[in-house]
C-alpha cells in the first residue's frame, strides 16, 4: 500500500473531474441521432409499412432488468401511438435465453422485433427466413463473426455501424428504434418519458457509467425521484424514500425488477413496471417483494456452498454444483468477485449440461478470456464485465484449469480499476466537504467506480462484530487526532482494539436517526 503523495480534497476534486475530460455528450441535447445506428432506418421504415398494412407485430425481450424495460419502452411506445403488438418475455427455466425457433414458431406474426436479444439467434433467424417472417434484431451484446439471418440489426458493436457510443444497453438501443419509427412515421412524442426507466436498465445492466450513459442516468435519477409512474411511487412509499439516488437503483430497483425472472418470471416485473394505478402496482410489488426475499435465501444457501469449493492461490474462481439455482448463479458470482477482489465464475449443472455466469473485477476483460476457451463451449455472449455461457459438464474441470492458466497471465495491477483507488488520504480531508465532493460525481459505477483511498496507520480504538451471520465488523479507527466510524463487511481477517492497520476504502455518507456523518467502508484491510 506505499502511495507517494497525501490527497486532499481538491486533489480528489480534480482526479474525480478527469474522469470525464473526453466526454462529448454532456448534456441531453448533444447526444447522439439514431442514423448513426446501422440498419436502423431500413427497421423503422419496415416497421411502418407493417403499421400501415396493420401486419402483426410481435416484441421477443429478455428476462433481465435491461431486457424487460426494454420491453416495456417499447410496448407503451407502441401502445401509445394506438399500434397493437404481441410480447414475448423468455422463461428462463421454459425457454432459455433470447429469441429460439419454438418461440418463432408460437408466434403469429409478420414481423418479430427483438429487444436485448438476438445477436446470436442463428436457428431463429433461419425459422424466421422460412416462414417468411421479417426478424428485426436490436442487441447490444458483442457480435459473433457471423451474423444470423435478419431483415435488419440494430447493434452498436457491429463493426460497420457509426454510432459513437458502442457500450450502451439493450434498453437504448429499443429506445433509439422508437426514436427512428418516430421519426419515419412524423409523429410527435415526448421519448424523454422513458429516462426513468432507462437509468435503470443502464445501471442494472452494468454499462460504462461515462459520456452518454452518465447523462441519460442523471437526467433519468431526476425523473425517477419525480415518481410519475406508479410503480416509482409505491416503492417509494413501500421502502420508505423520499428520493431516489444512484444506489438505489443498485440495490433496490433492479435487483427487484430482476428477482422474478430469476425465480418464476420475467413478465411479473414488466408487468409491475407498466401498471397503471398504484393499488395495482403496489399488489404487484407485494408479489415481487416476497419473490426477492426467497431469491435472498436461495442466493446466501448457495453462496455458502461455493465459498466450500473456493481454491486458495487463484487468479480466478470457478465452481459449480449439481442442481444449483439458474436464477441466482450470477449474483453468487458477482458476490464472490467482490469479496476475493478477483473474477469468478458460477454454473449450475444439469443433465450433464452446465450453465455459467461469470463477473469481472478491475479492467479485466472476462469475455475475451472466455472466448478463449470456446472450442469447449456449447456458447457463450456478455462484454467485459459480465458474461454467460454453456458447457458440457464433463468439460468443467478442463475449462476451469484453462481458465486458470488464462488468468495467471495477467498482472495484478489489472485486478483494480486503474481510476478506483485515487492514492493515500489525508484523514483530516474526510469530512462534510469531501462527502458534497463525492456526490457531485455520482453515479458511480463501471468506469466512473466509487473512489477508494488509502488510510495508513490507523489505531483501532473500537470494534464491535454485528451482523446476522455475524460476518460484519463495525470500528473506530484513530489517527491524526482524527476519529473515523467505519465498517468492514464479510470480513475475513477480524481486527482487535489496539491494533494498528492500513486500509483501502470508500467513503459514504452514513445517516442514523437524523445525524449524518461520513463513514468508511473498507475494502481491505493489512495490519
Not at 454532456?26 to 447522439?32: A, E, G, R, V
Not at 448513426?36 to 400501415?52: H, M, N, T
Not at 417472417?133 to 458493436?157: F, G, Q, R, S, W
Not at 463487511?489 to 437524523?514: A, H, L, M, P, Q
Amino acid at each position: 500500500m506505499s502511495v507517494s503523495k497525501r490527497l486532499s480534497k481538491e486533489d480528489i476534486y480534480q482526479l474525480l473531474s478527469s474522469r470525464f475530460s473526453e466526454d462529448r455528450c454532456t448534456k441531453l441535447s448533444h447526444i447522439p441521432k439514431p442514423d448513426g445506428l446501422k440498419d436502423i432506418q431500413k427497421a423503422a421504415r419496415r416497421i411502418k409499412e407493417a403499421v400501415r398494412n396493420k401486419e402483426k407485430i410481435a416484441v421477443v425481450g429478455d428476462y433481465d432488468a435491461d431486457g424487460v424495460i426494454s420491453s416495456v419502452i417499447i410496448t407503451e411506445f407502441f401502445e401509445d401511438i394506438g399500434v397493437e403488438v404481441a410480447l414475448k418475455i423468455p422463461n428462463r427455466f421454459e425457454d432459455g435465453y433470447g429469441i429460439s425457433p419454438e418461440i418463432v414458431r408460437k408466434l403469429d406474426a409478420d414481423v418479430i422485433i427483438t429487444v436485448d436479444n438476438g445477436i446470436s439467434a442463428f436457428e431463429a433467424g433461419e425459422v424466421c427466413r422460412e416462414r417468411g417472417i421479417d426478424l428485426i434484431i436490436t442487441d447490444h451484446h458483442t457480435t459473433p463473426e457471423k451474423l444470423p439471418h435478419a431483415y435488419a440489426i440494430v447493434n452498436p458493436k457491429q463493426h460497420d455501424c457509426s454510432f459513437p457510443n458502442s457500450e450502451i444497453c439493450g434498453a437504448q438501443v429499443a429506445w433509439y428504434l422508437c426514436a427512428a419509427i418516430k421519426d419515419e412515421m412524423d409523429i410527435r412524442y415526448d421519448l424523454s418519458k422513458f429516462l426513468d426507466l432507462l437509468a435503470i436498465a443502464i445501471m442494472g445492466d452494468m454499462m460504462e457509467l461515462k459520456d452518454i450513459n452518465r447523462t441519460m442516468v442523471k437526467s433519468g435519477l431526476r425523473l425517477l425521484s419525480q415518481k410519475k409512474r406508479p410503480v416509482f411511487r409505491v416503492i417509494a412509499e413501500f421502502f420508505n424514500k423520499s428520493s431516489f439516488r444512484s444506489e438505489d437503483i443498485s440495490f433496490l430497483i433492479a435487483p427487484l425488477i430482476n428477482s422474478s425472472g430469476r425465480i418464476e418470471d420475467a413478465t411479473r416485473s414488466y408487468e409491475l413496471l407498466r401498471a397503471k394505478t398504484e393499488s395495482e402496482a403496489m399488489q404487484k410489488l407485494l408479489y415481487i417483494v416476497d419473490l426477492n426475499n426467497h431469491r435472498k435465501e436461495i442466493e446466501l444457501d448457495l453462496f455458502n456452498q461455493a465459498l466450500q469449493k473456493i481454491e486458495e492461490g487463484k487468479k480466478i474462481i470457478v465452481v459449480w454444483g449439481e442442481a444449483w439455482h439458474e436464477g441466482v448463479i450470477g449474483i453468487v458470482a458477482s458476490r464472490l468477485s467482490r469479496r476475493f477482489h478477483i473474477p469468478a465464475i458460477v454454473f449450475s449443472v444439469h443433465d450433464g449440461v452446465a450453465k455459467g455466469s461469470a463477473r469481472s473485477v478491475g479492467d479485466i476483460d472476462i469475455l475475451a478470456h472466455i472466448s478463449k476457451q470456446a472450442e469447449l463451449l456449447k456458447g457463450f455472449g456478455g462484454h467485459k464485465g459480465a458474461a454467460g455461457m454453456g458447457l458440457d459438464a464433463e468439460n468443467l474441470p478442463l475449462f476451469k484449469a484453462r481458465m486458470e492458466a488464462s488468468l495467471e497471465e495477467v498482472p495484478e495491477e489489472d485486478f483494480i480499476s486503474k481510476t478506483e483507488v485515487l492514492g493515500e488520504i489525508d484523514p483530516r480531508a474526510i469530512d462534510f466537504e469531501l462527502l458534497d465532493i463525492l456526490e457531485e460525481f455520482e453515479p458511480y459505477g463501471q468506469k466512473n467506480p466509487m473512489p477508494s483511498f488509502v488510510l495508513k496507520d490507523a489505531v483501532v480504538k473500537l470494534e464491535k462484530v454485528i451482523g446476522q451471520n455475524q460476518n460484519h465488523q463495525k470500528i473506530i479507527l484513530a489517527t491524526e487526532n482524527v476519529t473515523l466510524e467505519s465498517i468492514h463487511f464479510n470480513f475475513s481477517d477480524k481486527v482487535n482494539s489496539g491494533e494498528k492497520v492500513d486500509i483501502i476504502c470508500t467513503v459514504s455518507k452514513n445517516e442514523f436517526r437524523g445525524r449524518v456523518s461520513p463513514q468508511l467502508m473498507i475494502k481491505e484491510i493489512k495490519l
